[in-house]
T-cell receptor, first 115, second 115 residues
């Protein structure tokens, strides 16, 4: 049973560029959430997708956008990259929205470095 | 804004010692999870607690959810070097208007167990 997978593993971009990160959820999961984890901090919630719609959003600017596909996989897009966007980007999947115990399974993350 | 505070931030102990780490908030959570994260990897779910006062045991790890569902603790008995890692707690909130959930993470406790 494949867990959550993310690509690429590492990425180096220049300020002002755009980046797309990809995530495939765990088998049987239809909800995908994205998090940003800066060095020495806990993950910060970016947004969550369910049924191909953004359902919840954290305190991130519009430069951060996403998409969910019919097969439940998801993309995170970041435009006009800033040095402060350097972080580990984590994707998490969960089995639907209405479960009482809200359990997420994380992928290994994409390490983004902006120079 | 729902904030989670974890303490201590860093903990270094000898193999065989016992320890407790804490997760506190002023907000009430629908549920709370504990994760363990190793460098360069995504968080791995250890446990979910849902009911106030709930205690769950996972081998040498004991998790407790506060009666008011605002705080939690993780106790490790006879710590081993393999327990070394970043321990994160995350509180969940459900938003009935969008039928979506959101996790808020603390910044974690970095545990080092020396042989």
């Amino acid at each position: 049973d494949a867990g959550v997978t993310q690509s690429p593993t590492h990425l180096i971009k220049t300020r002002g560029q755009q980046v797309t990160l990809r995530c495939s959820p765990k088998s049987g999961h239809d909800t995908v959430s994205w998090y940003q984890q800066a060095l020495g901090q806990g993950p910060q919630f970016i947004f969550q997708y369910y049924e191909e719609e953004e359902r919840q959003r954290g305190n991130f600017p519009d430069r951060f956008s996403g998409h969910q596909f019919p097969n439940y996989s998801s993309e995170l897009n970041v435009n006009a990259l800033l040095l402060g966007d350097s972080a580990l980007y984590l994707c998490a999947s969960s089995p639907g929205l209405a479960h009482v115990s809200y359990e997420q399974y994380f992928g290994p993350g994409t390490r983004l470095t902006v120079t | 804004t729902q904030l989670l505070e974890q303490s201590p931030q860093f903990l270094s102990i000898q193999e065989g010692e016992n320890l407790t780490v804490y997760c506190n908030s002023s907000s009430v959570f629908s549920s709370l999870q504990w994760y363990r994260q190793e460098p360069g990897e995504g968080p791995v779910l250890l446990v979910t607690v849902v009911t106030g006062g709930e205690v769950k045991k996972l081998k040498r790890l004991t998790f407790q959810f506060g009666d008011a569902r605002k705080d939690s603790s993780l106790h490790i008995t006879a710590a081993q070097p393999g327990d070394t890692g970043l321990y994160l707690c995350a509180g969940d909130f459900f938003f009935l208007n969008t039928n979506a959930g959101k996790s808020t993470f603390g910044d974690g406790t970095t545990l080092t167990v020396k042989p």
